[in-house]
C-alpha cells in the first residue's frame, strides 16, 4: 500500500475497529463525533472529499468491474464505509439507488446534504453491524477501509457480514493494501496541491511512510493537509497513525473464515483487465456471496 497515492483511514480510535477474537462480541465503537477524538481529516468532509475524489479514470475500473460481475445498470449500491460518499457520486445519476452508512455524524450529514438530492440515502451506523433491510446488487468499499481492521477475525467478519447483504450474484468489491516492497523510509507516497475548494480557497495533501511494522502487520503514516484562503478550513493539519498491511495468507484465511463468500479475483485498480497482478500493494478484491 503501501505506495499508493491512498493513505485511508486517519485516527479513528482503535477501539472501533478491535473485536476480541471470535466470539460474535462487538466492540462498542468510539464516540461518532470526531469533534471527541483528536483532530483529523475526518471533521472536514467537504475537505475530505475534495482532497480524496476518485479520478475519471479510477471511477472507470469501479463501473468495468461492476457491470461485469452484475451487468449493465441501474445498480443498487451500498458502502459501508461510505465517508463524504465520494465513492457514491460517480454513481449518483438518479438511476441508480445508492445508500451510504459511516460512523462519523458530520460524514453522514454531509452526504446527505450533498448526494441526497440525487437520490443517495445514507445512514449513521457501525460498519461491522449494518442495520439495513434489504439487499444490495453492489457493496464497495474501493479506498480501504479494510486498513483499520486489526486483524483476520475483523476482515472476515466485514466480508461474511457485508456479502450478506447482496443479493444472490451480487459483487463486494473490497480495496486491500498489500505487503509491497518498502522504499528508504521516511518517503513521500502521495501528494496533491492548489486543489480548489467548493467553499473558496485551495488545499494540499502530502501522505508519507515514517515506519514500516512488519511484525505489527502495520506501517505508521503522516498526512499532512494545508488550506489557502479557506474559511472555516483548517490552514495546517497533521496526522499520524497506523494502517494494516495484509499479507495474501491472512486474506486468504479471512475469506475462508468468513465461511461462504469467494474471491473470484484480484485486480489492480489502474486496469481492469489486469488480473494476475498478483497480491501486492493496492489491489481490489472481487468477492462474491
Ligand atoms: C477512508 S474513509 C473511506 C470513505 C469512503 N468509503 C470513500 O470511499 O472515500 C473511511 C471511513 O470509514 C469510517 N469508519 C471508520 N470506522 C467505522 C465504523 N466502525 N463504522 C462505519 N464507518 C466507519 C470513517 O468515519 C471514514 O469516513
Request: proline share 11%.
Amino acid at each position: 500500500m503501501f505506495l499508493p497515492k491512498e493513505g485511508i483511514s486517519g485516527p479513528i480510535p482503535q477501539q472501533s475497529a478491535v473485536i476480541d477474537g471470535d466470539n460474535g462480541d462487538r466492540p462498542v465503537p468510539a464516540s461518532p463525533d470526531p469533534a471527541d477524538h483528536p483532530v483529523n481529516l475526518y471533521r472536514y468532509p467537504a475537505l475530505y472529499d475534495a482532497l480524496k475524489t476518485p479520478t475519471p479514470a479510477d471511477v472507470a475500473v469501479v463501473r468495468t468491474l461492476i457491470e461485469r460481475a452484475v451487468g449493465p445498470a441501474p445498480w443498487s449500491i451500498l458502502d459501508p464505509a461510505s465517508g463524504p460518499g465520494n465513492w457514491l457520486r460517480p454513481f449518483c445519476d438518479g438511476r441508480n439507488t445508492l445508500f451510504g452508512n459511516d460512523f462519523s455524524l458530520p460524514m453522514v450529514e454531509y452526504v446527505r446534504q450533498t448526494l441526497g438530492p440525487c437520490g443517495c440515502g445514507a445512514q449513521h451506523g457501525d460498519m461491522y453491524d449494518l442495520r439495513i433491510d434489504r439487499a444490495f446488487d453492489v457493496a464497495l468499499e474501493v479506498s480501504g477501509v479494510t486498513s483499520i481492521m486489526p486483524d483476520v477475525p475483523a476482515l472476515a467478519r466485514v466480508i461474511r457480514h457485508w456479502t450478506g447483504l447482496l443479493r444472490p450474484g451480487g459483487l463486494l468489491l473490497l480495496l486491500v493494501n498489500f505487503r509491497d516492497e518498502v522504499p528508504p523510509l521516511p518517503c513521500v507516497t502521495w501528494e496533491l496541491a492548489s486543489v480548489p475548494l467548493a467553499s473558496g480557497g485551495a488545499a494540499g495533501v502530502r501522505y508519507e511512510l515514517l515506519q514500516d511494522r512488519p511484525d505489527q502487520g502495520t506501517q505508521l503514516i503522516r498526512r499532512t493537509v494545508t488550506t489557502q484562503g479557506a474559511p472555516g478550513m483548517p490552514p495546517f493539519l497533521r496526522e499520524e497513525y497506523a494502517l494494516r498491511v495484509w499479507t495474501p495468507q491472512e486474506v486468504q484465511a479471512a475469506i475462508e473464515q468468513a465461511d461462504g463468500p469467494s474471491l473470484q479475483a484480484v485486480v489492480h485498480p489502474d486496469n481492469a483487465d489486469n488480473t494476475d497482478c498478483g497480491m501486492v500493494g493496492e489491489r481490489y478484491l472481487v468477492i462474491r456471496p
